[in-house]
Structure formats: C-alpha cells, structure tokens
C-alpha cells in the first residue's frame, strides 16, 4: 500500500472560502501597482531587480510575499512603503518578542491604512515566531489595516495570508499570485489539513524546484585531514 497522500489541487476552494474572495474583492484598493521596474546602477553595470509587476492589493487584505534569495522581495516592499503616504508605517528590524510588540504597536500608533513587514520575525526562536504569528492575526482582525508581509517562511506565509505573491529572480518578476483555500480563522491545527499541505507542495515547486542531475554541484576538491580509518560516511 502506497503511503503517499493523495493532496487536493492548490487552487480548490471550499464554498465558504470561495465567498469570502468574492468579497475581499470588492473591497477598494489601497495599493496598486501597474509595470513597476527597478534598475540599480552599479560600477559593474546595471541590475535589473524588478520588472513588469502588476499588483492591486484591497483594503484589509493580508499579503505575504515570498520568493528565492535576490528576487527582489525586500526591495519591492521598501517601494511600497517609499511610493505611498504610508511609509511611517514600516517597523524597524528587532530581536526579541516583546521588542516586536512594541514595534507593532508603535506602527499603529499612528493608524496607517497599510503595515509593511520585511522578515519581522526571522530572528526570533521556533515558539515566540508561533507566539507573534497568532499576535498578529489578532491585531489584524480587530484594527482596520491592510498588511503586506515579507517572509521566507512557506508555513509562516500561508498561515498568516489571504493571498501569497510569488516572485521568481533575475530579474524580480511575479510568478504567481496565489488565493489561500485554507478557511479562517487559522489555528495551528490546520498546518496538517489537505488544503495547507496542497499549497506548500506547490509554493516548494515554486521556490525551491529540483536539481537536476546535470546542475548537481560537484564535489569540492578536498584534502584529507583525518586518519583514513576514522570514516563518518
């Protein structure tokens, strides 16, 4: 008997989740983006960071943006953040639980229609990451505030987004942008569910596709430092 989980397709949605898109989007957009490029000038000649992104994000909307090393995740929300009246709303890159409360809440203070975050939590240890994650979702049920959230994490973006934008590397373009099936409010139960699972198979297909045999890295040129009788392989 095979143990491999049959999963459902990514895109299918339950009625209710299904409902609930139709209205995120009639809501008014708060951000939108139409053909945005980013060249920088080097001394060794120009990169091309971002091209052709089109983006319309929708009042009270939670995006997560994610995306391999260099493709311009980073450089996209400060875009954002410089582009708009909202730029006061970035919180600043800090360590520790409580020091990412009070970033949070001092972005608030000013009550900005959009919340940037770029990797806020990257630094923080597995349970204060899981701790700050539901903290988030909380400040967002209950504050009227778009978010547009940075992160490498798979498990941390579908847990946390309505939708996910995908970006692929030189340059930044969008690969794909994704309606998250999985039905709120989250718990972190639902990272075993069907539909959880669905997506991050296909976000890794995405972000981290296989190797083939022909772009295996080769083997490093190595000089023996040990007594070849103390073998660990």
Request: hydrophobic share 40%; with cysteine; glycine share 4%.
């Amino acid at each position: 008997m095979s143990d491999v989980i049959k999963l459902p397709s990514y895109k299918k949605q339950s009625e209710s989740v299904c409902c609930r898109f139709k209205e995120l989007h009639k809501r008014p957009i708060k951000l939108k983006l139409e053909g945005l490029s980013k060249t920088f000038h080097t001394s060794k000649g120009n990169i091309n960071v971002l091209n052709s992104i089109d983006l319309a994000i929708h009042r009270r909307e939670f995006i997560s943006v994610i995306g391999p090393s260099g493709c311009g995740k980073s450089t996209l929300i400060r875009i954002l953040a410089v582009l708009s009246r909202f730029s006061e709303a970035y919180p600043s890159q800090l360590s520790g639980g409580m020091k990412q409360r009070v970033a949070i809440a001092r972005a608030l203070a000013n009550q900005p229609d959009v919340l940037f975050m770029d990797e806020s939590f990257g630094a923080l240890d597995p349970h204060t990451r899981s701790q700050m994650q539901s903290y988030l979702l909380q400040i967002w049920r209950n504050v009227d505030v778009t978010i547009v959230f940075v992160t490498h994490d798979l498990d941390e973006a579908i847990y946390l987004s309505d939708r996910i934008l995908v970006l692929k590397a030189n340059p930044g373009e969008i690969q794909e942008f994704i309606e998250i099936p999985v039905p709120r409010p989250r718990t972190s139960k639902q990272f075993l569910c069907p539909e959880f699972l669905a997506v991050k198979k296909h976000l890794e297909e995405l972000v981290h596709p296989k190797i083939s045999e022909e772009d295996e890295p080769s083997e490093l040129p190595m000089v023996r430092m040990t007594s070849g009788h103390d073998v660990v392989e």
